[in-house]
């Protein structure tokens, strides 16, 4: 029989300074997510944020909750992401993964939303028949250097032994973009890159609705679920990276007053923006994403910000070797969605939910 043990704030603190988390074959959590997550500003101390599955008293699953909040005519309605979900294959008969749900379902009263799930996950979500698709965001996704090194063997194995040639590939055809990309001016405008959120900016994003303001923003900031250096074998999602960094950026006009505020994440080459704050038209936003991509050597760029993508679409500057369209899926409990006007819309940023955190 599965038996499973849920964690509050404290509890999880305490699982966490105990050392307790490191006694099993797998960890359920790391120490730095653990943190980030009593940290969350819209937590409670009453939320439930890590539950962990057991049979014959050992490890054999668990599940994330990352506590979030609407604020709707001044009412809150409390719900919480899953942010993981994993369930030893070995014990797949005994289903533990639909008792962590369900469990899940249980504490939260079915106030549950999932996003960036695998295609294995969506299929187990859909044969619970709770979850309908929702506010789907269309995005692109552009390509500034080849990755053929790391790329094609994640996708055909069998292509591991050809890592070297890879290697020689993508040095070779980087080696002339990065010529080509010499001429990319440094913007002529004021900007500003901060490590986090300042007053100045956070009096500018005020301005804007939202999901989250300056200071929940910054706690994730300070509390990342991915730290730099080696990877971790023992937990299976997201830990480390051997670049994770965030910038805050600032973009001013000709008057010298802010004209827009983003936040960039890079990791391993790799260049999202959690959050867009513009005041008017994003033609500088772009330039300056054009001089920060080549002076990083950006791999990749993924984004569904629909104002910025247009006037991506519309720069001449801005030149990708290759992009891609995407769609971002939400499944949201049908109890939440009871709880939500009718034609209700989250206009959730590229970052809400736990996306700014991987």
């Not at 533990?96 to 999932?114: D, S």
């Not at 994640?154 to 070297?164: D, G, I, N, V, Y």
């Not at 971002?328 to 989250?346: A, G, T």
Request: contains cysteine.
């Amino acid at each position: 029989m599965i038996t499973l043990k849920t964690y509050n704030r404290k509890e999880l603190e305490d699982f966490i300074s105990t050392g307790d988390f490191q006694q099993y074959d797998f960890l359920p959590i790391t120490k730095h997510r653990a943190l980030s997550h009593i940290q969350n500003p819209k937590s409670s101390d009453e939320d439930t944020l890590l539950i962990l599955a057991f049979y014959e008293e050992k490890l054999i699953g668990y599940v994330g909750c990352f506590p979030d909040c609407f604020i709707i005519d001044g009412k809150e309605i409390r719900y919480a992401w899953l942010s993981t979900l994993y369930a030893n294959p070995e014990y797949r008969k005994k289903r533990p993964a639909k008792a962590l749900l369900k469990k899940v379902f249980e504490e939260y009263e079915g106030r549950i939303a999932i996003t960036e799930f695998t295609k294995e996950a969506e299929a187990l979500y859909n044969i619970m028949g709770v979850f309908e698709y929702i506010f789907p965001k269309e995005g692109k996704r552009y390509y500034f250097r080849t990755d053929a090194a790391k790329m094609i063997p994640e996708k055909k194995p069998e292509t591991q032994s050809l890592k070297p040639l890879f290697q020689i590939l993508d040095a070779t055809a980087n080696g002339l973009i990065s010529i080509k990309n010499l001429i990319v001016p440094k913007p002529n405008f004021k900007y500003e890159v901060q490590d986090r959120i300042d007053k100045e900016s956070a009096d500018f994003i005020n301005g804007f609705s939202g999901q989250r303001n300056a200071d929940e923003i910054n706690a994730f900031i300070d509390h990342p679920w991915i730290l730099e250096g080696e990877k971790d074998e023992k937990y299976l999602f997201s830990s480390f990276a051997g670049t994770f960094k965030y910038f805050w950026i600032k973009i001013f006009d000709q008057d010298q007053k802010i004209k827009a505020c983003l936040l960039l994440q890079l990791r391993d080459g790799y260049l999202k923006i959690p959050y867009f704050f513009p005041n008017g038209d994003a033609d500088e936003v772009v330039r300056f994403l054009n001089y920060f991509i080549v002076t990083h050597k950006v791999k990749g760029f993924t984004s569904y910000q629909t104002v910025l993508n247009k006037e991506i679409q519309q720069s001449k500057g801005f030149s990708p070797i290759y992009e891609r369209n995407f769609t971002r899926e939400y499944l949201f409990h049908k109890n939440l969605l009871e709880l939500l006007p009718d034609n209700f819309n989250p206009n959730y940023q590229d970052g809400d939910g736990d996306c700014m955190m991987t």
